[in-house]
């Protein structure tokens, strides 16, 4: 597809700061197709015949990074999907907004993505205490029936993702295309702030 065409905003924060839960709200607002690069990693995982399933299986319960040649194509994919079924829609064909939910989470993704797929527009940051993610993950962890719910996965995510993932939204607040969001207030307050974010990149 045409990069020129799409706008790509990257949803970062730590484990159950609230990523998914803003996405939600926000494609029920705007015409975005949100794309969780977690939520497909977990599909790969559990579809017959993948190649990747037990490796992904193992990176996830391990709160590391699954290499990024298997994350980039599934949502490379994905998006090449959305844009197929929006076309002939109303929509001008290839233009397409897309919240890419938990990535990048690695430098190496970021620049691969931003070389091979498109640029990102904004970086979306949700960020909230360790305790409060902690007790949210425990909470949806007794329904959600993800492998890395658990306290021993959680305590590796939380780790991953300061020494790992704080790096790219470091390197993304140097081009200063972060917004920081507090997402520790109840979930339509950190909505109202996530708006007013993406409302100035919105064209
Ligand atoms: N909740 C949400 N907001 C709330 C609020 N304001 N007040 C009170 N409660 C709130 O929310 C978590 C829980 O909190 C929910 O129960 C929600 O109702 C409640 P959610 O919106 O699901 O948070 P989110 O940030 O999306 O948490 P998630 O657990 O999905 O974050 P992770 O970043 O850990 O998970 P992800 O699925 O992105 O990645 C999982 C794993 O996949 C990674 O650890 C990694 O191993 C792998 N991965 C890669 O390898 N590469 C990638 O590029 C991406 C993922
Ligand atoms: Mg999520």
């Not at 607002?29 to 977690?38: D, N, T, V």
């Not at 497909?40 to 995982?45: G, I, S, V, Y």
């Not at 993610?133 to 300061?162: A, H, Q």
């Amino acid at each position: 597809f045409e990069k020129e065409k799409v706008t790509v905003i990257f949803v970062l924060g730590g484990p159950g700061a609230g990523k998914g839960t803003q996405c939600s709200l926000l494609v029920e607002k705007y015409s975005f197709s949100h794309l969780s690069a977690g939520d497909l990693l977990r599909a790969e995982q559990d579809r017959p015949n993948s190649h990747y399933g037990d490796l992904i299986r193992t990176y996830i319960r391990e709160g590391q990074i699954v290499p990024m040649e298997v994350t980039i194509k599934l949502l490379e994919n994905a998006m090449r999907t959305e844009l197929q079924s929006k076309s002939g829609s109303g929509w001008e064909d290839g233009k397409g907004r897309f919240l890419i939910d938990g990535f990048p989470r690695k430098m190496d993704q970021a620049l691969k993505f931003e070389e091979d797929v498109c640029q990102s527009s904004l970086v979306l940051f949700f960020t909230t205490d360790e305790e409060t993610m902690l007790k949210r993950l425990l909470k949806r962890g007794e329904t959600s029936g993800r492998d890395d719910d658990n306290i021993e996965s959680i305590k590796k995510r939380f780790v991953t993702y300061k020494e790992t993932t704080m790096p790219v939204i470091e390197h993304y607040e140097k081009l200063s295309k972060v917004a920081e969001i507090d997402s520790s207030p109840e979930v339509d307050e950190v909505h109202t702030a996530a708006v007013a974010a993406v409302e100035k990149v919105l064209v």
